[in-house]
């Protein structure tokens, strides 16, 4: 069952902030370990489709074992993270492969960058290395990185942003109770939890402001699955027949994607959910999820199996088996962001280092969505 922390949390927060961030569920640890580390959870090994991608490895340097691509724009520039015995750094790559380094913040060692828009502004979160305490921040070429304000509680992280400028991400209260928030282009933060004793998270949105994540409602059993619109409604999507559900995704034609639970005693799936029609299997097996979706529609996301970690992308058919930049290892490849093109970012178990751990990879094809 989905409990309160999102299994999406594109840069794997939960594996830096263990003492910040709530108890996850077994099955959201074996989803996050898994994608780190290939390990072996619940399911089959799905068909493959034909394979129109090809993987390659995203620049870090010799010094680190891990890392991340969290997010691509249309112009190809993509950000993410790498991380040292030292610390974690976020960055960015050119489309060439160039890799920038962000900063931090002062008196917060480590970075982790989670979105970037066409505007090239970056969004993220840097902590400290005893992972205590953390600040969302946002990336200008021109300014650096700054801190955005929180509510206090010394834990906040943005996770996306959109055409203008609007952050939507999270924050602890000074009760370190998780809210759903987001910061317009000037940095006026918003609390957008909806009921006094409800925690939320905020994790996708659109160029219309429109906000994705998740609400686990006072006295409730599970997250639901919530949609903050920009006119100020909102929406509870529901789930599959199971008691939770996460949306991590929203394109600008207000489709959803995420993960929920089903009837006992089926895994949770990947989800679609649309205006006109509502949630709906995206049919990419059990212990799936769906992370981002272009405005053309096609999903990114990955499946546990019994193997390692399958990464996914579904267009107007099947499902397709994304390729690992080690094929000769167990499957173990996260994709986590996709632009308007169809190229795809995340990571994957890279046999240079040889340690098994995810590096920052990009998937790319011959011709455009």
């Not at 921040?137 to 996306?160: E, H, P, R, V, Y």
């Amino acid at each position: 069952m989905l409990e309160t922390s999102s299994l999406r949390t594109k840069n794997l927060a939960m594996r830096h902030f263990p003492k910040i961030l709530r108890p996850i569920s077994p099955l959201t640890r074996c989803f996050l370990l898994a994608a780190l580390l290939a390990s072996p959870c619940l399911g089959t090994l799905a068909a493959a489709g034909a394979v129109t991608y090809t993987v390659q490895a995203l620049r870090i340097p010799r010094n680190a074992f891990s890392g991340q691509a969290s997010a691509i724009n249309d112009d190809g520039v993509s950000a993410g993270w790498y991380e040292t015995i030292n610390a974690s750094v976020a960055v960015s790559w050119s489309a060439d492969n160039q890799l920038t380094l962000l900063g931090t913040l002062p008196g917060l060692p480590s970075a982790l960058a989670n979105d970037i828009n066409q505007a090239g502004t970056i969004v993220g979160f840097a902590f400290t290395n005893d992972f205590l305490i953390s600040r969302a921040f946002i990336w200008k070429s021109d300014t650096g990185m700054q801190a955005l304000d929180d509510l206090g509680g010394n834990a906040s992280l943005a996770q996306a942003i959109n055409a203008d400028g609007t952050v939507a991400g999270w924050s602890f209260d000074p009760a370190g109770v998780l809210h759903a928030v987001k910061w317009d282009a000037s940095g006026v933060l918003t609390d957008l939890n909806p009921e006094e004793g409800d925690i939320s998270e905020a994790l996708g949105i659109n160029d219309a402001g429109d906000i994705v994540g998740w609400v686990f409602p006072a006295g409730g059993s599970a997250s639901l699955a919530h949609l903050w619109r920009h006119d100020g409604t909102e929406l509870d999507l529901g789930t599959l027949g199971g008691p939770g559900s996460q949306a991590f995704g929203v394109n600008n034609r207000l489709t959803i994607v995420g993960v929920s639970d089903r009837p006992s005693p089926q895994p949770p799936t990947a989800f679609e959910w649309k205006p006109a029609t509502g949630m709906h299997s995206l049919r990419m097996g059990g212990n799936s999820q769906a992370l981002a979706i272009s405005d053309l529609g096609r999903v990114v996301g990955l499946r546990v199996i019994n193997q390692g970690v399958l990464g996914l992308t579904r267009f107007h058919g099947p499902p397709e088996v994304l390729p690992d930049l080690a094929p000769n290892k167990p499957p173990a490849s996260g994709p986590t962001g996709i632009n308007s093109c169809g190229t795809i970012v995340g990571s994957s178990s890279s046999p240079d280092p040889t340690n098994g751990n995810p590096v920052p990879a990009i998937w790319t094809k011959a011709t455009c969505d």
